[in-house]
C-alpha cells in the first residue's frame, strides 16, 4: 500500500435491546430511534472511515422459536428486499441507512416463495445505487434445544459463507447466532477475504437447566474466532425475560455484547440488562490488522491436504456431499 493510498479505517457499532411481543412495527422504530440518535450524537468520523452497525437477531419480534410448532408465527416473516424492497420493513431500514451514513447488517424471518422460511442477514450499504447489497446470508446452522426450536422454523440455509465489500473496502464476513459456535465457519470467512467477523445473536438462560449460565463460554468462542483469524468481531445480543404463549418456559436473554479487536481482547461492551445499549468500538485500522495478519503466518503455513476429516460428520467416513 503506497503512503497516497487512504488506509481502511472502520468503527463498528452494536444495538442490544429487548423486544415486545406481538408489535414488529413497535421494535423496528424503536431500534431505529435509538440508533439514529446515538449516532447523530456520536462523534465525526475520520475522512474516509467507516461505521458498520450490527442489530439484534430478529429485533423485529421477540424470539419466537421459544414457542415450539406455533405455526402462527409464520406471519411474522417478510420478503427478501432483493425482490420487496418497498415492504414497510426494509422502507424503515433504508431510510435509517441513508440518514446516518452507515452500514447496517439486519437480520430478518425471510418468507421466499410461499412455503419456505429462512433465518436471513441483508447488509445495506449506503453508497451504494438500491442500498442493498447481494446477495442475502441464509442461516447454515439452525439449532434445537428446549426454548430454542428454529428447526420448525427456518430451512437450513442455502447460501455459501458469505463476504460482502462495501463502497470503501470494508470486506464483511457474517454468521447468525449458531453460526458463531463454528470455527470452520470463521475460518471460511477469513480464506474469503473478510476483514471482520459480525454475529446478530438471541441466546441467554437454558429453560432445562436454571443453573447454566453460558455467556463466558458464548464470549470466549467468538474470542477464540477472532484471535485465529487476526480479525475484530462484534456480536450484538437481546436482552430482557422472554416467556413462550403457553407459559411453559421462559428465556432470559443475557445481553452483553460486545466487540473485539483483531487480537480477541474486548474493546467494547455492554452489560447483561442495558436495554438499550448501542456500544461503539475504537476506530480500526484494518490495513494494519491485515498486515499483522501476513507478518504472523497462519495463513502460510495452513495444511488444507491433512484436513480431510472436516468434509465428514463423524471425522473418519466418506466425504459429505
Known sequence: MTSETRRRQVQLIALQMSMVPNEPAKNVSRAVQVLRKALAEAETPPPGAQRVVLLPELFAAQYFPIDGGDPNHYCLAVPSPLTEPTHWFWQEMATLCRETGAVLVVSFFEQAGGW????????????????????????????????????????????????????????????????????????????????????????????????????????????????????????????????????????????????????????????????????????????AYREARLAWGMFRDRRPDMYGALLTLDGTGKPTP
Open 116 to 287: 419456505t422460511f429462512f433465518n436471513a442477514l441483508a447488509v445495506l450499504d449506503p453508497e451504494t445505487p438500491n442500498l442493498f447489497a447481494t446477495p442475502i446470508y441464509r442461516k447454515l446452522h439452525i439449532p434445537h434445544s428446549p426454548g430454542y426450536h428454529e428447526k420448525f422454523y427456518f430451512s437450513p440455509g442455502d447460501t455459501p459463507p458469505t463476504v460482502y465489500e462495501t463502497r470503501r473496502g470494508i470486506r464483511i464476513g457474517i454468521g447468525v447466532c449458531w453460526d458463531q459456535w463454528f470455527p470452520e465457519l470463521a475460518r471460511c470467512l477469513a480464506l474469503k477475504g473478510a476483514d471482520l467477523l459480525l454475529y446478530p445473536t438471541a441466546i441467554g438462560s437454558e429453560p432445562q437447566d436454571p443453573n447454566l449460565d453460558s455467556r463466558e463460554h458464548w464470549r470466549r468462542t467468538q474470542q477464540g474466532h477472532a484471535a485465529a483469524n487476526m480479525m475484530p468481531l462484534m456480536a450484538a445480543n437481546r436482552t430482557g425475560t422472554e416467556h413462550a404463549r403457553d407459559g411453559s418456559m421462559k428465556i432470559r436473554f443475557y445481553g452483553s455484547s460486545f466487540i473485539t479487536d483483531n487480537t480477541g481482547a474486548v474493546v467494547a461492551e455492554a452489560s447483561r440488562d442495558a436495554d438499550p445499549a448501542v456500544i461503539f468500538g475504537p476506530w480500526m485500522d484494518l490495513d
